[in-house]
């Protein structure tokens, strides 16, 4: 069964505090990962897509990773703007399935 | 480029209406997938619309129903409300030609069901 668990659930930091978010999934045919960001009450907000293991992709204070079984969020020196849940999403064959994300509070 | 929209943005209804839910992809883009967001499940997929067919199915209840226009528009219906149906429904584009595209969100459609 095609799973994805994202830890830690929540996340607080000081303000210039780096740390790693985590994305473990089980899907057959991984045809992509994505990494959205999501402020309350709005819709995801597209961050990266990574389509094979060893693939690496940055923006600004984030820097996304994919192995094959996980997928790593760094965020460095972050600010506190940068407080939102952030939800991975693996890609099989015929779906997408969103692990129900990490909420990070970076306090100021 | 406009970005996907989605009417109404609140929405309240009784048990036992039904209510209708309206997406705008981003312009060129064929899918439409619609999903439900709540704070216990997070983001659960309901269904994909491409070139106006039913093309993916999420385990949701025959209550649950959609269309594609032509245009790409798309409209998903809920009938028969229960209490649990309090959600935020989020509408996602993408081209839909193949697999590992991006989807774009629309805001979402807040519902409450009293």
């Known amino acids: 069964e095609d799973q994805v668990t994202q830890s830690p659930e929540a996340l607080r930091l000081q303000e210039g505090e780096s740390s790693s978010l985590n994305c473990s999934y089980t899907?057959?045919?991984?045809?992509?990962l994505f990494w959205y960001r999501q402020d309350p009450g709005k819709g995801p907000e597209f961050l990266f897509t990574?389509?094979?293991a060893g693939e690496e992709k940055e923006k600004e204070r984030l820097k996304a990773t994919l192995t094959k079984k996980e997928s790593f969020l760094h965020i460095t020196a972050p600010k506190p703007e940068d407080s939102a849940t952030y939800l991975c999403a693996p890609q099989a064959y015929d779906k997408i399935i969103f692990g129900k994300g990490t909420r990070l509070h970076i306090l100021p | 480029k406009a970005g996907v929209t989605q009417t109404p943005r609140y929405l309240i209804k009784t048990r036992g209406q039904q209510v209708t839910l309206s997406c705008s992809p981003i312009?060129?883009?064929?899918?439409v997938s619609w999903y439900q967001q709540t704070p216990g499940q997070g983001l659960q997929f309901l269904f994909e619309?491409?070139?106006?067919?039913?093309?993916n199915k999420g385990n949701f209840p025959g209550r649950f129903s959609g269309r594609q226009f032509s245009n790409s528009r798309s409209e998903m219906n809920v009938s028969t409300l229960e209490l649990g149906d309090s959600a935020l429904y989020l509408c996602?584009?993408?081209?839909?030609?193949?697999?590992?595209?991006?989807?774009?969100f629309g805001p979402g459609t807040r519902l409450l069901v009293l």
């Open positions: 312009s060129g883009h064929r899918s």
């Open positions: 619309y491409f070139s106006e067919t039913q093309r």
């Open positions: 996602a584009s993408s081209f839909g030609t193949s697999g590992g595209e991006t989807q774009y």
């Open positions: 899907v057959s045919g991984l045809r992509g």
């Open positions: 990574l389509y094979s």
